[in-house]
């Protein structure tokens, strides 16, 4: 299914539930059987504006690790990684994993635009290759608005 923001589109699956935050400006998609846990795995999109161009993306990952190295110790013994790569139309994407010791995994995925970013996080409990496709095909499926 897709869904259309101000500040682009992007598909999930058509039995993903969407819950708008009201307080935030984020977007949490699930399946249907999660959204009766506590503690359930979900996809978030949020949308931000920021400093850096889209030609100066490697500065806007570097800035982005600095943040995720701050708050490393938010997290359960974390192991971190990521990597880049230009998605749709173009589009830079830079993913970081923080795999915790309690079996927590946090994928967030940044698509970088002109001055700003959207931001795709998954976090899952336990491995979940369902909510791992939807992202990827969200992520795939991103286009900005105009």
């Not at 967030?108 to 369902?130: I, M, N, S, W």
Request: net charge negative.
């Amino acid at each position: 299914m897709e869904y259309r923001k101000k500040f682009g589109t992007y598909d999930f699956p058509d039995q993903f539930l969407e819950i708008e935050l009201e307080d935030i400006d984020v977007a949490l998609y699930a399946p249907p059987s999660e959204k009766t846990e506590e503690n359930f795995s979900n996809i978030t999109v949020s949308y931000r504006e920021n400093p850096y161009r889209q030609m100066e993306h490697k500065i806007f990952k570097n800035a982005i690790l600095k943040q995720l190295k701050e708050k490393e110790k938010l997290f359960v013994d974390p192991q971190l990684s990521g990597f880049g790569k230009f998605v749709g139309k173009g589009i830079p994407m830079y993913q970081f994993e923080i795999k915790e010791s309690n079996g927590v995994v946090t994928r967030q995925c940044y698509l970088v635009g002109e001055k700003r970013h959207c931001l795709f996080q998954e976090t899952t409990y336990e491995a979940d290759p369902v909510m791992d496709q939807a992202l990827e095909n969200a992520v795939a499926s991103f286009q900005w608005g105009e």
